[in-house]
């Protein structure tokens, strides 16, 4: 599975972008898929999650409130909502799908996207 993703930019604080991810290869419904996010000097993190039947959806416990995930495997997208965007929500976003598991563990993961970058100005 190839991940192109997509829909990252500047924004001010508050602001809100949606990220998307395509998936070309294979069967996008057999995934679940994540996002996870690495900002300047730290770890990637997890971000959110959501089930290959799209019925489940996980988030760190920091963007609760504030993102959404989705998924539309009729055009084998996954997208991320970013509402309310902070400084702290800087980073660059990586699709990530995981054949087997939740999407919400890196080392679950199958593929990643190569990322996109945001960047939320004070």
């Known amino acids: 599975v190839q991940l192109q993703a997509c829909g990252g930019g500047l924004v001010p604080a508050g602001g809100s972008l949606r990220l998307s991810c395509v998936a070309v290869?294979?069967?996008?419904?057999?995934?679940?898929m994540g996002w996870f996010r690495q900002a300047p000097g730290k770890e990637r993190d997890f971000v959110a999650a959501?089930?290959?039947?799209?019925?489940?959806?996980y988030y760190a416990d920091s963007v609760k409130g504030h993102i959404t995930i989705s998924r539309d495997n009729a055009r084998d997208t996954v997208y991320l909502q970013m509402n309310n965007l902070q400084p702290e929500d800087t980073a660059v976003y990586y699709c990530?799908?995981?054949?087997?598991?939740?999407?919400?563990?890196?080392?679950?993961?199958?593929?990643w996207g190569k990322g996109t970058l945001v960047t939320v100005s004070s």
């Open positions: 290869g294979r069967k996008f419904s057999s995934y679940s």
């Open positions: 990530a799908a995981d054949r087997y598991g939740s999407c919400q563990y890196q080392d679950g993961v199958n593929y």
């Open positions: 959501i089930s290959r039947n799209v019925g489940t959806t």
